[in-house]
Nanobody, 124 residues
Framework: QVQLVESGGGLVQAGGSLRLSCAAS????????MAWFRQTPGKEREFVAA????????VYADSVKGRFTISRDNAKNTVYLLMNSLRPEDTAVYYC?????????????????WGQGTQVTVSS
């Protein structure tokens, strides 16, 4: 069982920045692929970014490429999402997820555990 707790969400003006954190339980965190997804009411969950167990491989959605950066600190069992140049369309609940096997992927069905989410609101 893996537990994930997201933090760092909030209200920010367009053009601003936020850094989300996701703290994970479990002794094998360093072997997991970690990812961020987001969802707005009435829409399907959307892939944002994923990072390999070592941090050496990352995948991004086209909509955030060049603005968001995913990273991890295996010593702290934590994955981060640095979000720069935020836009109103980035407003969503952001979820952290774990994939215990395989390379980083955009497919939500590959992920085994999910956090409760943290709200990000970008005002225009």
């Amino acid at each position: 069982q893996v537990q994930l707790v997201e933090s760092g969400g909030g209200l920010v003006q367009a053009g601003g920045s936020l850094r989300l954190s996701c703290a994970a339980s479990g002794r094998t965190f360093s072997t997991y692929v970690m990812a961020w997804f987001r969802q707005t009411p009435g829409k399907e969950r959307e892939f944002v970014a994923a990072v390999s167990w070592s941090g050496g491989s990352t995948v991004y959605a086209d909509s955030v490429k060049g603005r968001f950066t995913i990273s991890r600190d295996n010593a702290k069992n934590t994955v981060y999402l640095l979000m720069n140049s935020l836009r109103p369309e980035d407003t969503a609940v952001y979820y952290c997820a774990v994939d215990r096997s395989g390379p980083p992927t955009r497919a939500g069905r590959a992920y085994d555990y999910w956090g409760q989410g943290t709200q990000v609101t970008v005002s225009s």
